[in-house]
């Protein structure tokens, strides 16, 4: 995949967070789950459906408690617990990217350690480092010799930790990188995105920027973001917001999800090309409508040009177009050079 694809204003790359939310019951079912969470992704219009692969022991460690944040949505265990009960198993990899192919998405999927990111390796054509990974160098050290393009977020991070990232990976080789504002915070409160760090972001590194959101609205964030110049949005999806799991809550359900991409594919449509020119719209209404130099009264050959008196500054409509208003000051006083009926412009 060229990088290209991630860096194109007139079409956002979005791509569909499923997380831990395709966690249902047992393997079937939550391959079930997992493949309708991607006809959804598909059918809503995501340009990838992304998943996350790890395994608890080579994350958190050993009795690391609870999550506050996951405490107060009602879900009281223990982190271990947790990231066990959801750890996709390595099999299931190549179904879901199999099913991707045949419904014709690009399958993603976030890695937490090396070994995760070589079982997903043969099957993803971009790798996503999620915010808390930017200093796990053996991750980025595999990460980098794939030669594939990198998408980095860089929630709860400063510049420093940024810098270090981007110039580690960049030495590594690495020439087709993409970071994403994000704000770690399940949800998010719309005042906390931060977005006009996106612009900051993009002209420090000289890099694709975009925006991994993690609001529970589904417009806002994502349309505000693309005014600041974001080419790639990623956005929580899930079936059903009441599901057990930690993702769910501050997800956007499916009718949510096609809200949100229809409106950022009708928003990117108005971003242009940045550049102050003459639309081929506008071109008729310009001749019809822009002020020039009009005759007022019947003018002879020879007549002297008088603002007030046979010249004025009008829209001609559909007469013969004048010379442009700001010249009034250069044709005042001067003889006319030729015949004019009134309304014609003055040449």
Known sequence: MNIDLLNNLSHTYIIAEAGSNWKSNSYSNDLKQAKKLIDVAFDSGADAIKFQTYRADTVYAHNSGKSDYLSDSGIDENIE???????????????LY?????????????AFSVNDAKQIDPYVSIHKIASFEINHVSLLDFLASTGKPLIIS???????????????LQ??????????????K?????????LSTIPIIRNRYNLPVGFSDHSIDPTIGPIM???????????????????????HAFALNPEELSTMIRSIRNASQTI????KEIL????????????????????????????????????PGKQSRGIEARFISEISGTRSKSNYEIGEGIL
């Open 186 to 194: 399940y949800p998010s409160p719309l005042e906390k995105l931060n």
């Open 225 to 247: 973001s693309l005014g600041f110049g974001s080419t790639i949005i990623e956005k929580h999806f899930t079936l059903d917001k009441t599901l057990p799991g930690p993702d």
């Open 98 to 110: 199999n099913y991707c192919t045949q419904v014709g998405i690009s399958f993603m999927s976030s």
């Open 154 to 168: 860089t929630g709860a991070s400063t510049f420093v930790e940024i810098d270090f990232v981007v110039k580690y």
């Open 272 to 275: 242009g090309t940045g550049k």
């Open 171 to 184: 030495k590594k080789g690495c020439t087709q990188l993409a970071l994403l504002q994000c704000t770690s």
């Open 280 to 315: 081929d719209v506008e071109e008729e209404l310009r001749r019809f409508a822009t002020r020039s130099i009009q005759a007022t009264k019947k003018i002879t050959k020879g007549d002297i040009l008088k603002e007030g008196e046979n010249i004025e500054i009008l829209r």
């Open 81 to 95: 617990e947790i990231f066990e009960k959801h750890s996709m198993p390595y099999e299931m990899i190549p179904e």
